[in-house]
C-alpha cells in the first residue's frame, strides 16, 4: 500500500514536473512560461540582493539561534511554544551548508520563489486564467513577503505550503481524486509545524470539502492534516499538561512577560483593530488595494463569484477575523510579518479584476501598478499619512503611531541602519577571540539580537527586553564562570541599573559582588559602549573608581542615545529631518531636546 502510494505521488510529480518543462521551452501556456521565468528571476534578483540585507527580527535570531542549539545536539523538542519543524529544517540546512546564518535564510529565498507556482495554477484553476498572472506577481512583489524571504522566519515555509496545499486541495475537489486529497493534506501538516494559522486553514479546508460534499475525500485530507498538529498537542499533553502548550505560549510572552496589556485605553483598541487592515493596505500597496476592493464589491452586488469562488475566500475571511480577534485581546502582535497570511490569500481577488470585457489599456496599467509595488513600498514609507486625508484627531494619532512604530517593517529589504550599533560591532570584531563570552544589555529588539547573531558560538547572554521578565541571575552567574572572559556591550539608555552597577573599571550584578568583571573600555559613542570583561577578584580592583560612565537619565543625551536604538523615536527624528532639510543625526539631536524639554515639565517619563 505504501508502495503504491508512492508510485502515484511520483507520477503525480512528474506530470507536475513535465508541464514545468513544457512552460521553459514556451511550448504551452504563454502565461504559464511567464510565471515559470519570473519565478527564476525573483530567485535570482534576490540572490543578489542577499549580500545587502541582514537578520534585522528578533524572532529570526531566536529561531536560528535555537536551530543551531538543537544542531549541536539533535533532540526531540518538547519543550516550545513554537511549532516545532522550522527548527528541524533549519538545523538540517546548517549541517548542511555549514552556515548558522545563512544557510537558513538562502532556502527561505528558494521557498518564497517556488511557492509562486502552485499559487499561480491554483488561482489560475479556480478564479481566473488571464488574470492569475497578476495574483501571482502581487504575492511574489509584496514588500512584506519579500522581507520574510530575506529572513529566517517560520512564515516563509508555512506560506510555501500553504500554497502547496491551496493548489492540491482545489485538484482534490475538482477530481474527487484520493492521492491529492493525501498530498494536499501533507502539504497543510507540513504547513502547521511552521505556524499555527495552518491550524485554521485545516478546519476552514474542511468545511469547504463538507460544502462540496466530499465527505471521503474530506475525512482523508483532515486525517493527514492533523498528523503534525495531533502530533504536537499530545507532546503538550504528556510532557506539560496542556494540549494547547505551544499554542497558550503565546498568552505567556505577551500578556504577562510583554504586559502588551498594560494600560488598554480607547486609542490603542483603536490600534489594534486598524492594524491588519493598515499593514494589507500597504502589502499590497493602496493602489492595487483600492483597486481589489472596488473590484470585489462591485463583482459581488453583480453576483458574478460563483459558490467555489466565494469558498476559497473562506481562509481570508476566517484568518483576517482571527488576527484582528487576537490582536484585540493582546495575544498577537502587531507586525506586519504576519500579513503575509492576508496577502497570498487575498491575491486571487486581482485576478478577477481583468476579465474578457476588460479594456485594451487595462492590462498594460495593471502590469505597471503590479511592478511598481516595491518602489512604492518606500513612497508610502516617507509619506505622513496620518496628515493625508480628512480623519478625526483619534484616527490621525492611530496612524502615525502605527506608521511611527512599525514602519521599517513594511520595506522590501531588511537592513540594520544604526551607524553606533556598526562602531560598536567592528570593536568587536578587532577584539575578538575564539573563546570568548559576550555579555549583552537590551538595547532594542533589532539590535540587539542582531548583534548577538553575530556570535552564535558564544551562546550570548542577553540582558531581559520584556517588561515582566526577570533577570536570571543563576543564568547569568554560570555564564561568566564558563566565559571569564569575553566582551560586553552596554548601552547607557537601557535600564541595566536595575541590574548592575558599572565604575571605571569594575561590572557587578547587583547583590552579587564576589563575582566581578574588571572591565576596559573598547568604544564609546553617544552611551553605547563596549568593553573588554575578565572575571576578577575584589582585591583585583583597587585601582576602581565610582564614578559615572553614563549621563544622568532624562538628560538631552539620554534621550539622543535612546533615539538610536528606539524605532519610534528614530521614525521620529526621520520626519523631523525630512520636514526640516536637516541631517538625521541632527534631527535625533532636536528631537532629544525636546524630549528632555517635555520630562523636565514632567508631561512624559522615562
Not at 529566517?152 to 475537489?173: E, H, I, N, V
Not at 491529492?180 to 511552521?194: D, E, K, N
Not at 498538529?229 to 497558550?248: C, E, R, T
Amino acid at each position: 500500500m505504501v508502495f503504491e502510494q508512492f508510485i502515484v505521488l511520483s507520477n503525480t510529480m512528474s506530470s507536475v514536473g513535465n508541464k514545468i518543462k513544457q512552460s521553459l521551452f514556451f511550448r504551452g501556456n504563454r502565461s504559464d512560461s511567464l510565471v515559470i521565468y519570473g519565478t527564476l528571476l525573483l530567485i535570482l534578483v534576490k540572490l543578489i540582493l542577499f549580500p545587502f540585507t541582514q537578520t534585522v527580527d528578533a524572532d529570526a535570531v531566536s529561531r536560528t539561534l535555537i536551530s543551531y542549539n538543537w544542531l549541536k545536539n539533535p533532540h526531540f523538542i518538547t519543550d516550545s511554544v513554537w511549532a516545532p519543524l522550522h527548527f528541524y529544517l533549519n538545523g538540517a540546512v546548517m549541517w548542511i551548508t555549514g552556515s548558522i546564518e545563512d544557510g537558513p535564510r538562502i532556502l527561505n529565498i528558494f521557498l518564497s520563489g517556488l511557492m509562486i507556482i502552485p499559487f499561480y495554477f491554483f488561482v489560475k484553476r479556480e478564479f481566473n486564467e488571464q488574470g492569475a498572472v497578476y495574483s501571482a506577481a502581487l504575492v511574489a512583489l509584496s514588500p512584506v513577503i519579500f522581507r520574510n524571504s530575506f529572513q529566517a522566519l517560520s512564515g516563509t515555509p508555512y506560506l510555501f505550503f500553504l500554497a502547496m496545499g491551496l493548489f492540491f486541495f482545489s485538484r482534490a475537489l475538482r477530481s474527487s481524486s484520493f492521492k491529492f486529497y493525501v498530498i494536499a493534506g501533507l502539504s497543510i501538516t507540513l504547513a502547521a509545524g511552521f505556524r499555527y494559522e495552518a491550524w485554521i486553514i485545516i478546519a476552514v479546508f474542511t468545511l469547504i470539502g463538507i460544502i462540496r460534499k466530499q465527505w471521503k475525500g474530506t475525512a482523508v485530507f483532515w486525517g493527514v492534516a492533523m498528523i503534525v498538529p495531533a502530533g504536537w498537542m499530545l507532546i503538550g499533553q504528556v510532557y506539560h499538561g496542556d494540549f494547547l502548550y505551544g499554542v497558550n505560549g503565546a498568552y505567556g510572552w505577551n500578556i504577562e512577560q510583554m504586559d502588551v496589556n498594560a494600560n488598554v485605553n480607547d486609542t490603542e483598541r483603536l490600534k489594534r483593530l486598524f492594524f491588519f487592515p493598515m499593514s494589507w493596505f500597504l502589502a499590497v500597496s493602496p493602489i492595487l488595494a483600492w483597486v481589489i476592493i472596488v473590484s470585489f464589491i462591485r463583482k459581488t452586488i453583480k453576483k458574478a463569484y460563483s459558490l467555489q469562488q466565494f469558498l476559497w475566500l473562506l481562509p481570508l475571511a476566517v484568518i483576517g477575523l482571527a488576527f484582528l480577534v487576537k490582536a484585540q485581546d493582546g495575544t498577537l502582535l502587531l507586525q506586519h510579518r504576519f500579513t503575509g497570511s492576508l496577502v497570498l490569500l487575498s491575491a486571487p481577488l486581482l485576478a478577477t479584476v481583468l476579465d474578457v470585457k476588460s479594456k485594451r489599456f487595462s492590462k498594460p496599467l495593471m502590469f505597471l501598478a503590479v511592478l511598481l509595488i516595491l518602489p512604492q513600498s518606500y513612497f508610502w514609507y516617507r509619506v505622513n499619512l496620518d496628515e493625508w486625508p480628512p480623519m478625526s484627531r483619534q484616527i490621525k494619532s492611530v496612524i502615525k503611531d502605527i506608521q511611527l512604530s512599525t514602519g521599517p517593517e513594511t520595506l522590501p529589504l531588511p537592513q540594520i541602519d544604526n551607524p553606533l550599533l556598526t562602531g560598536g560591532l567592528e570593536a568587536v570584531k578587532n577584539n575578538w577571540n575564539k573563546e570568548d563570552g559576550l555579555i549583552l544589555d537590551f538595547f532594542g529588539w533589532t539590535e540587539t539580537y542582531y548583534f548577538a547573531l553575530q556570535y552564535p558560538k558564544a551562546d550570548p547572554f542577553i540582558f531581559p527586553g520584556a517588561k515582566n521578565d526577570v533577570f536570571p541571575t543563576e543564568k547569568y552567574l554560570n555564564y561568566v564562570l564558563t566565559h571569564p572572559k569575553g566582551k560586553l556591550v552596554m548601552h547607557c539608555a537601557s535600564n541595566h541599573q536595575e541590574f548592575v552597577t558599572i565604575t571605571s573599571c569594575r561590572f557587578t550584578l547587583n547583590g552579587h559582588s564576589e563575582v566581578s568583571l574588571r572591565i576596559e573600555s573598547l568604544y564609546n559613542e553617544k552611551g553605547f559602549q563596549v568593553y573588554e570583561y575578565q572575571l576578577a577578584q575584589d582585591q583585583e580592583f583597587v585601582d576602581d573608581i565610582a564614578d559615572e560612565v553614563c549621563f544622568s537619565s532624562g538628560s538631552v543625551a539620554y534621550f539622543e542615545s535612546k533615539a538610536y536604538f528606539n524605532v519610534q523615536l528614530k521614525e521620529s527624528a526621520k520626519r523631523l529631518a525630512r520636514k526640516e532639510s536637516i541631517s538625521l543625526e541632527a534631527g535625533i539631536h532636536k528631537l532629544a531636546e525636546e524630549l528632555a524639554e517635555k520630562y523636565k515639565k514632567g508631561e512624559i517619563e522615562l
